[in-house]
């Protein structure tokens, strides 16, 4: 990659997204950060801002397809060129393959895949005729073992590293690089420090700061060593 593009974060909550959100922002991108609402991105942006970085956050669905671009087309205008696109979108329920409807399956395949797919192609659409960029997904062991009383999350998971894939395979060689990172273990956000103290002093769960430092790396890599599958984990998870 050349000179830091924008950078553009969808998921943007109390977690990874405001992580990724600094750290890009650090590295010189201008950021945009996209969540349902601005409670959290309003925040990020006026600590980005303070520290001498460009960012703004966006309150929308990342299931509209329209929305999404506009919010595209805007920070476009207004910070130059897209060159990164992370899908941080999670969120699961977890119950027995009997106990599902049929809509808890089709809304968590919406917000987990269908919305990974409309922030994949408004960014390839805008990625190729420059002839670089990065597409990241964030994934969960899910992503490749289904487990009990995971289905809605693993089918969305599943999806999502399938499209990464295919997406790799087509477009790597246009100078696209695409990356899945599978997060495998208890994200160090301030419920998880403060429920068990013990164990973060242990570093036993996963540090949002180094998690997007991987993700932020990945992105600066050369495209003569390019990663694909990044799996990310605690010392203390087995696996």
Same mark, same amino acid.
């Given at each position: 990659?050349?000179?830091?593009?924008?950078?553009?974060?969808?998921?943007?909550?109390?977690?990874?997204?405001?992580?990724?959100?600094?750290?890009?922002?650090?590295?010189?991108?201008?950021?945009?950060?996209?969540?349902?609402?601005?409670?959290?991105?309003?925040?990020?942006?006026?600590?980005?801002?303070?520290?001498?970085?460009?960012?703004?956050?966006?309150?929308?669905?990342?299931?509209?397809?329209?929305?999404?671009?506009?919010?595209?087309?805007?920070?476009?205008?207004?910070?130059?060129?897209?060159?990164?696109?992370?899908?941080?979108?999670?969120?699961?329920?977890?119950?027995?393959?009997?106990?599902?409807?049929? @809509?808890?399956? #089709?809304?968590?395949?919406?917000? /987990? &895949?269908?919305?990974?797919?409309? %922030? =994949?192609? *408004?960014?390839?659409?805008?990625?190729?005729?420059?002839?670089?960029?990065?597409?990241?997904?964030?994934?969960?062991?899910?992503?490749?073992?289904?487990?009990?009383?995971?289905?809605?999350?693993?089918?969305?998971?599943?999806?999502?590293?399938?499209?990464?894939?295919?997406?790799?395979?087509?477009?790597?060689?246009?100078?696209?690089?695409?990356?899945?990172?599978?997060?495998?273990?208890?994200?160090?956000?301030?419920?998880?420090?403060? @429920?068990?103290? #013990?164990?973060?002093?242990?570093? /036993? &769960?996963?540090?949002?700061?180094? %998690? =997007?430092? *991987?993700?932020?790396?990945?992105?600066?890599?050369?495209?003569?060593?390019?990663?694909?599958?990044?799996?990310?984990?605690?010392?203390?998870?087995?696996?």
């Amino acid at each position: 990659m050349t000179d830091p593009k924008l950078a553009l974060i969808i998921g943007v909550g109390s977690g990874l997204g405001g992580a990724l959100s600094k750290r890009f922002a650090e590295g010189g991108h201008p950021v945009a950060m996209v969540a349902r609402s601005a409670r959290h991105t309003d925040t990020y942006a006026a600590e980005i801002t303070a520290k001498g970085g460009r960012a703004k956050g966006y309150a929308a669905d990342a299931l509209d397809e329209e929305a999404l671009g506009r919010v595209i087309d805007e920070a476009e205008a207004e910070f130059g060129p897209l060159g990164v696109a992370i899908f941080n979108i999670g969120g699961r329920e977890l119950k027995g393959f009997l106990e599902y409807e049929v @809509a808890e399956v #089709e809304n968590t395949w919406r917000s /987990g &895949f269908l919305a990974a797919f409309i %922030m =994949a192609q *408004a960014a390839a659409r805008r990625m190729l005729p420059r002839g670089e960029g990065s597409i990241f997904f964030t994934g969960a062991p899910s992503s490749r073992r289904g487990m009990a009383n995971h289905l809605t999350y693993a089918v969305a998971k599943f999806g999502v590293r399938a499209m990464a894939e295919t997406m790799a395979r087509e477009f790597s060689s246009q100078s696209l690089h695409i990356a899945h990172f599978t997060v495998d273990g208890g994200v160090g956000n301030d419920r998880r420090l403060k @429920a068990d103290p #013990e164990l973060a002093a242990k570093d /036993g &769960f996963m540090s949002m700061e180094a %998690m =997007a430092e *991987a993700y932020y790396q990945t992105h600066l890599q050369p495209r003569s060593c390019w990663a694909f599958d990044v799996e990310m984990r605690p010392w203390n998870r087995a696996f």
